[in-house]
């Protein structure tokens, strides 16, 4: 294992923040397991956060970057710029005691020292203001952000006490709008040294480009000052700003652990071992912490914990009851209630959670009643979509704003009234630079229309999605000629949102199988879970219709199942008496990537429909210049992704389907 530097960086106070215990953790990718992605480029390109960072930058074309990774050498740079009077450096190195920051970006104007924290985050002035709540205190969504700026500010403010300081975070303006066309296309990832690759801006930016600035430096010297001067909660007690960090620092020098009381927190802790890391012999932080504090052994560790209850926020006085098992809840901790609808409630479903696992009942849940009276309502054929969106930074033209909405992909399976399956459509726009929201929604109206059947979606997604290009539709000062169409169309299948000032119900409006299987259905196999990814294997463990038929190559097979991406499939099959996950059969979007790193793309896909695999692949396609065979690889791969999506979602409706007969 490599040498730790001692000091604690913004990185690291960050984690210690979230949980001091992890401070320990960090940096020893050789003893304990860490599930954040290793790439931390692919983890930036997800989030698009380099565009961000790079357009930044310019917006002060005179500024001096500081590229050395060397701690030192990096120091010593930034002192030597900063003796001129006035200057702008990036990365800037800063130093005190054990603390060391690289500030985004530091502005020097005489005894001035602006300090600029870029931030790939969208700030709505009407609606964040001063990051402060009705309650006076800091808004939760922006408390990392704010405690991320004080920190730097602090150490900066101790570093070079002589001058004064300021911290601003620069964010992207959602009111802006982009001042030209293409912008978006001069941020490109490019191979630096090493091989390594890094983002950069490929052609300068012209005057019209910077015209109309779409991220703006937000001042945030009066929350870091209340920072300062309000106690921390922390679950050990109240401690100011400069006796926390203190603390952090000294214990990482030393390399001692902090002892952390157990959270609800830790269901997502990243320290925890996989069995492919367990078998290469690396510990589990989570282990470690839970054996400690609750006498926990292998044992304990097999058994659910009050951490796998579903959408259950009561877990925390649990923990502090010392009651974390299951076996530990009891139907009063839960208060199962009905709720006046079919199905089950919320409540009913945690407890129906519970109570099988303490009666170690592995059979699956079904209200066939409630689900037949459902399925009668339904109109053949039945069509079922899945969309592959994500949000840009730098947006592709002019009159789009920041982070808006963008849907670039869809899947559309069909069932007919006799059974009949058939992939029968999809779409792909993965040209870069275009904006192809409205191209999607034609291509879904062409998709749906010549029938009235019913419309499945799993989650909120496609709703929410819909609704956001409708907003766009209606915003845009240049719409399409078709726009009034368009828009009727997608008020006819969906809902509008609560916040909408126009409210509709379509009335062809989308059917939530998310929801469906919320309260009509529950598999012991989910460990609670509603994500697609998990429900599908419990389906096909179950379903002998699934095993029987799927265990045959008619997925793109003539005379078979109709499929746009797959010929002669076989979706059924045992590793070792255990049935393959049809997802674990896809190749990987991208050769380019570690295995490990494209799992945990794929595990950012929850029951509301991420897509961190898609997403990434998408931003690729959009700011790398691929090679031909690399980018038909990618497109190859997502649409293959996305049409495993919607053929899930058939195949839970044919399950479900074999229950009520």
Known sequence: MSKRSPYLTKTRFKLGMECPTKLFYTGKEKVYANQNLEDAFLASLAEGGFQVGELAKCYFPSGHEVTTLDHEQAIQETNRLLQNEN??????AIRHEQFFIRADILVKKGNRLDLMEVK???????????FIGTRGGI????????????????????????????????????????????????????????????????????????????????????????????????????????????WLADHY??????????????????????????????????????????????????TPSILDIWNYRGK????????????????????????????????????????????NDASVWFDKSALRNKMRSWTFPLHFIDFETTRVAIPFNSVRHPYETIAFQFSH????????????????????????NYDFVRALKLELKGDQGSIFR??????????????????????????????????????????????????????????????????????????????????????????????????GAVGGIPSKNFKNQIWIKSDADKLVDPYKQLPKMFQDVSNRDFQKLCDLDDELREGGAAMTAYARLQFEDLPDAARQEIESALLRYCELDTLAMVMIYQAWVELIA
Not at 254 to 280: G, H, L, N
Not at 329 to 344: C, K, L, Y
């Open 87 to 92: 200057v702008v450096v990036f990365e800037a």
């Open 120 to 130: 790939a985050k969208s700030y709505d002035p009407a609606k964040d203001g001063n």
């Open 139 to 246: 808004k939760s969504n922006w408390e990392p952000y704010l405690l991320d700026a004080a920190f730097q500010k602090y150490v900066i403010s101790h570093a070079f006490p002589q001058w004064t300081i300021h911290a601003s975070l620069m964010l992207a303006d959602k009111t802006a709008l982009c001042p030209t066309n293409g912008l978006n296309q001069k941020f490109k990832i490019v191979k630096g040294s090493g091989g390594r690759k890094k983002a950069e801006l490929t052609t300068a930016l012209t005057p019209a480009e910077l015209s109309r600035k779409i991220l703006c430096a937000v001042n945030v010297d009066a929350v870091c000052q209340m920072i300062y001067d309000d106690p921390l909660e922390v679950a050990d007690g109240p401690a100011t700003f400069a006796e926390r960090i203190a």
């Open 253 to 302: 020098a030393r390399d001692e652990k902090i002892i952390s009381p157990p959270t609800p927190a830790c269901a997502k802790c990243e320290f925890q071992a996989t069995p492919e890391d367990e078998a290469e012999g690396k510990k589990d932080g989570f282990k470690e912490c839970w054996a400690r504090a609750f006498k926990w052994g292998p044992k304990e560790f097999n």
């Open 316 to 359: 925390a006085q649990l923990i502090a009851a010392r009651r974390v098992t299951m076996a530990d809840v009891t139907m009063a901790d839960i208060n199962p209630r009905p709720d006046g609808e079919p199905g089950i409630s919320a409540s009913e479903r945690q407890w129906l959670q519970i109570e099988k696992n303490q009666k």
């Open 413 to 436: 399976h069909v069932v007919q009234s006799d059974g009949r399956v058939e992939h029968k459509g999809q779409y792909l726009n993965a040209q870069p630079g275009a904006f192809p």
């Open 458 to 555: 799993y989650a909120t997604h496609e709703n929410t999605i819909l609704a956001a290009i409708y907003r766009q539709l209606d915003a845009d000062p240049e719409p399409p000629a078709d726009a009034g169409s368009l828009k009727t169309f997608i008020r006819s299948i969906t809902t509008s949102p609560r916040d909408s000032a126009e409210q509709w119900q379509g009335k062809r409006s989308m059917v939530d199988m998310w929801e469906m299987v919320k309260r009509y259905y529950y598999a012991p196999d989910t460990n609670g879970s509603n994500s697609i990814k998990k429900v599908l294997p419990a389906v096909l463990a179950q379903s002998k219709f699934l095993q029987e038929h799927y265990s045959k190559p008619i997925y």
